[in-house]
């Protein structure tokens, strides 16, 4: 399909059906920061999350978790902790005071303070996908490594769409920019070409130090302007089972210390690198989590951590991780169950093993995005663009995933089930009786352009005008609107001075050699 | 995309990865009636619901509902009703004392007694698409109109999969059918290519009576038998804004006074036939569904009876409906809470826009079906088939509804979220420690081949594997599927004279020239 769909391209056929109108490429949602209100779904009895909790308190008591980095074992040594050679096992009197500590909700404010996003409560933001090394459009036809082009690009879709919240990583590895100087140009790029929250990678030291600098620089703050209130994130993930390993640690301390946002993302798939069933699973990612946001209590009491889940099966027959699977549905439901009785703000995902975005994807992609609003999840990460398990980015799906986060962003406004005099139109039934339409009423004249949502790539056109229009399945349509949306991009502005002090950091610290390679 | 499918199909090209065990052609979950066991969303308050039912109590008091139909009509003045022309309107303490005598839930019993369903409780069901006028799959690559024969395979579907529970109606019209013939031949076929349970439509006296009697004969049970509980159903549609036409009432009447189970489902499309707002196309709706289950309490208290919605919003640009959208979801919860007030089962669907099986096929199709979990529905029509707003049958969009049906499933089972000692799996997480991995632990090798849920159409290799293994997007994949299925199909046993007397009952139908044709 995707060859039908570059020869079409290519003979400049009919390119879908995305329409400018005065400089919006498309109508799309204002910028707003969805409050979930539905009730969550809570598999768990009482009883389930008592046991869940002794489960995940005795792996942390009695069976304990690797941190390869000294001067986090000694930290928790004199915390009380007690290590043997790098294994640390804690009491739960200690886990559950330090997690007391940590808030219950927090902020991130990136350098347009509009952008700023709350995590916890019942607010939902969402991001983009982060790290695939590769990519896949419908131009190219197949995966190819990404290029600082293509992360680019995406990131334009970043800002471009007001449903993607944080920018979070690197939507794609720039694979043609060394690995010690990566981190710098693609800062640079994210903080010219977005004004959204970003994180850094806790892949060593000078990484992340630069990366807190350069996020300072673009913001115009002062140092303690920086460290008084969270303006990035990391996030870790543990090396499962039970281990976190030197690197993660050290950038998870060093956002500590400087009251940044903190996010722990243990991958515990069942059957493989957890138990597999799903409590079990569940109970060791909780561990992995939970004793890092020690961690961070116990080097600053009220750091603001999040704990993620990104627990998932197997294809027992393969041994590839599957996602937005029923297992992993009830995972994430629990994990949120897990994190409210911790009092924790909660990460989940948006996620498909789909190679291509079609049906597949978009299933697997709808019951995790489903999982992340019926377990709580505060923070989506991955919500637009994900492919292969995380190994592929695509613009088309980034765009088909956009489509999906504005329903549910529409999908939470109360507005919806108002149930004011207006709203249950009782006059206007009376007006119309037994026989005519609603068409023409004042009561439907009055509220017509705003009543309903309304999509920018879903076509509700009949068969028949669909056909006449090229027949241009979603993926085409998806396509046509990122060469749009790119073509059009405007960087959201940023002072000329501020520019310019990023650009000579950014040339120093390529000066200086960047950051060593020997991870 | 079609054409390049058809291409490579007809080439006799790579087919995907379908694939034979044994006589079974995919493996499949075995026949259950899923629970669900969730919470259902609810986002109206206690008042919110007092006043949907207010409104629609006023609806039925003050500005009434035409019956088209001189036998309904008398029936509901001899019961007090008020009657002004063919307006009826009615008390809403007769209508809460007629509601009331409905069941909260029943059973429909096919000929298969094995493939009963409930109707109510905790209990979902699903059907495939009813009544689309034209086909579409990936070989012909157009819409077309229904043939017999594609009816037929779409039966051979619905009793092929173990997800779908019931078979609704004609799967896809088979125009080429003179349509006074037309229920007969259907008829026979869904009764000889499956065993699960079907519905009359309430298309004219004859229809109704013939399918009734090919029911029974199906079945082989005398009349009493047929009449002592519900071996099949209608679902009748109102004609909205408020009004019930002849033959719909006809054959509401016709089965409660066999017994047997009714589903009335309003068609209020809110800006269409409804109010633009979605608490007054709610509140419409439940008076014409409702006004209906009265009908049928008066005629005989305790008959079976559903309430259906199918609330939905038009494109305000074009006036064509709209499905799965977010307003669809929360109507579809709306009406989930109001249900559950009335102690009514309610229906709802699996629906979408979308023109062909992509991308916004599957996101629209999972909305519908996640707005029918939430709702608590017990019924799903729709659920496996449906494009273009119910104008297209498509093989390839039943089996991958199907896929998601199994995923639907497979969330409802308790098991995953169990928290018992084996499942928190302590001893495992102990034994593997701070390295290794779960794949070799004794706790997995007992449990891998049954712990997760393992897809029959998902494809979960790597993009390399399935870049190798032909590149097949999921509606290739699907369409392999359907040709496997229908070919290797085998139709459920049935005693060779009741086969006899269906055959001697059609052909005797039609000698006396079937059913009058001037609807």
Redesign the interface.
């Known amino acids: 399909?995707?060859?039908?769909?570059v020869k079409r391209r290519r003979s400049g056929g009919r390119a879908g059906h995305a329409t400018r109108r005065g400089t919006a490429i498309i109508e799309q949602m204002p910028w707003r920061i969805p409050q979930n209100l539905?009730?969550p779904?809570?598999?768990?009895t009482e009883?389930?999350v008592a046991?869940?909790h002794d489960?995940a308190m005795?792996?942390l008591e009695?069976?304990?978790?690797?941190f390869l980095n000294p001067e986090a074992l000694e930290i928790l040594r004199r915390a009380g902790c007690t290590i043997e050679g790098?294994?640390v096992r804690m009491g739960r009197d200690m886990v559950m005071e330090m997690i007391a500590k940590a808030p219950a909700q927090f902020t991130i404010t990136p350098r347009n303070p509009d952008r700023t996003i709350p995590i916890g409560g019942r607010s939902i933001v969402f991001g983009n996908v982060s790290s695939p090394p590769?990519y896949?459009d419908l131009e190219i036809g197949?995966?190819v490594p990404g290029t600082r082009e293509m992360c680019q690009n995406l990131l334009k879709l970043t800002q471009y769409f007001n449903c993607i919240h944080f920018a979070g990583g690197y939507p794609v590895e720039p694979c043609d920019i060394h690995a010690s100087v990566r981190h710098l140009d693609v800062l640079y790029d994210k903080l010219t070409l977005t004004d959204k929250a970003m994180h850094a990678y806790s892949l060593g030291a000078e990484r992340v130090e630069d990366v807190m600098e350069m996020v300072r620089i673009a913001a115009g703050l002062s140092h303690d302007a920086f460290d008084a209130t969270p303006r990035m994130y990391t996030n870790i993930n543990s090396t499962s089972?039970?281990?976190h390993d030197f690197p993660m640690l050290d950038g998870w301390m060093r956002l500590a210390r400087r009251g940044q946002g903190l996010v722990v993302t243990p991958f515990t798939l069942?059957?493989?690198?957890?138990?597999?069933?799903?409590?079990?699973a569940v109970?060791?990612s909780l561990a992995e989590g939970l004793c890092a946001v020690v961690l961070a209590q116990i080097i600053r009491p009220g750091a603001p951590c999040a704990i993620g889940t990104f627990t998932s099966?197997?294809?027992?027959?393969?041994?590839?991780p599957?996602f937005g699977?029923?297992?992993y549905?009830?995972a994430t439901q629990?994990t949120g169950q897990m994190a409210r009785f911790y009092g924790l703000p909660m990460r989940s995902s948006g996620v498909c093993?789909?190679?291509?975005?079609?049906?597949?994807?978009?299933?697997?992609t709808?019951?995790s995005l489903?999982a992340a609003m019926q377990s709580g999840t505060h923070m989506v990460y991955h919500a637009a663009g994900w492919l292969?398990?995380g190994?592929?980015a695509s613009p088309e799906k980034f765009i088909?995933d956009c489509?999906?986060l504005q329903?549910?962003q529409?999908?939470m406004?109360?507005a919806?089930?108002?149930?004011?005099d207006?709203?249950?139109?009782?006059d206007?039934?009376?007006e119309?009786?037994?026989?005519?339409?609603?068409?023409g009423t004042q009561?439907?004249q009055d509220?017509?352009?705003t009543?309903?949502?309304?999509p920018f790539?879903?076509?509700?056109?009949?068969?028949?005008a669909?056909?006449a229009a090229g027949?241009v399945?979603?993926?085409?349509r998806a396509h046509a609107l990122f060469k749009l949306i790119v073509n059009e991009f405007e960087p959201p502005a940023m002072p000329e001075d501020r520019r310019e002090e990023l650009a000579a950091f950014v040339e120093r610290r390529k000066r200086e050699g960047g950051a060593p390679t020997d991870f």
Request: hydrophobic share 45%; glycine share 6%.
């Open positions: 399909m995707a060859e039908a769909a539905d009730r779904t809570e598999p768990l009883e389930g046991r869940l489960a005795r792996i009695e069976i304990g978790v690797a790098e294994t590769n896949w197949r995966k089972p039970l281990k069942a059957g493989a690198m957890a138990p597999v069933t799903m409590a079990g109970a060791q099966n197997v294809d027992m027959k393969s041994g590839a599957a699977t029923p297992e549905m009830r629990m093993a789909a190679n291509v975005p079609d049906g597949q994807a978009m299933w697997e709808e019951h489903w292969e398990g190994l592929i088909m489509e999906v329903q549910l529409r999908y406004e109360p919806i089930c108002d149930t004011s207006d709203a249950l139109a009782l206007a039934i009376r119309v009786g037994q026989a005519g339409h609603f068409f009561h439907t509220r017509y352009t009543a309903f949502y309304q790539l879903s076509d509700w056109k009949n068969y028949e669909w056909d027949a399945w979603t993926p085409e």
